[in-house]
């Protein structure tokens, strides 16, 4: 099927700990982004890649490091997990950057859950 | 900066009767405005956008919207609501940002369908 990935959907981990989130999209989209929605259901963009290039960093901590190997895979590397990082993480994708009414295709969230 | 305000965090309608949920907009620029519907525990699907093509917009599920700018609103509707329309209801606006798109989403209505 062709959609966006993520793996895994439920990640339980230590504070202080060090952990991944990897995304793939099979849509043939040249942007992808990572938003992150609380307890409270807000959603919250993070970053967006273009191409394997940083094109949003909206004010993350930088313990968040983002990498894209390439234009359909887009990881999420998060150290020293704090408590108030549990949330809900969602990959997204969609076509050309720079135009604003493209939509952007959701995949099923990786829930993190840090104790 | 763009925004989006969403009316009322909880609907509670009964199976067949008319669904309205509420969104405002704000926006120095024509916007694009989508509507993300989020069932329990998965992604967030479209249930459409609109892009200035036309003012009243029919997406999926029998969904629809008008974008009316002199009340700066686009609120989604649906003539009779079925129980499987029970989901979390998310309004955005996507803005150009240095050099990318994001979407930048309202709180979120969830819709409760009663028998």
């Known amino acids: 099927d062709t959609a966006v990935s993520q793996t895994p959907k439920y990640l339980v981990t230590q504070m202080g700990n060090d952990k991944s989130i990897k995304c793939e999209q099979n849509?043939?989209?040249?942007?992808m982004y990572w938003y992150k929605q609380d307890s409270k259901k807000f959603l919250k963009i993070m970053f967006s890649?273009?191409?394997?290039?940083?094109?949003i960093n909206e004010t993350v901590p930088n313990r968040f490091s983002p990498k894209s190997p390439d234009k359909a895979h887009l990881n999420l590397h998060i150290n020293s997990l704090e408590l108030g990082d549990s949330a809900v993480y969602f990959c997204?994708?969609?076509?050309?950057?720079?135009?604003?009414?493209?939509?952007?295709?959701f995949g099923p969230g990786t829930r993190l859950t840090v104790l | 900066a763009q925004s989006v305000t969403q009316l009322g965090s909880h609907v509670s309608v009964s199976e067949g009767a008319l669904v309205l949920l509420r969104c405002n907009y704000s926006?120095?620029?024509?916007?694009?405005l989508f509507w993300y519907v989020q069932y329990p525990n998965q992604g967030l699907q479209l249930l459409l956008k609109?892009?200035?093509?036309?003012?009243l917009v029919k997406g999926i599920n029998g969904f629809e919207a008008e974008f009316k700018k002199s009340e700066t609103s686009f609120h989604l509707t649906k003539p009779s609501a079925h129980m499987s329309d029970a989901a979390e209801y998310f309004c955005?606006?996507?803005?150009?940002?240095?050099?990318?798109?994001?979407?930048?989403f309202g709180t979120g209505t969830q819709l409760k369908v009663e028998l």
């Open positions: 955005a606006v996507s803005g150009f940002t240095g050099g990318g798109n994001k979407l930048t």
């Open positions: 609109y892009t200035s093509a036309a003012t």
């Open positions: 849509l043939g989209h040249d942007t």
């Open positions: 890649y273009n191409n394997k290039e940083l094109i």
């Open positions: 997204a994708s969609s076509r050309l950057a720079g135009v604003s009414y493209n939509e952007q295709f």
């Open positions: 926006s120095s620029v024509p916007p694009y």
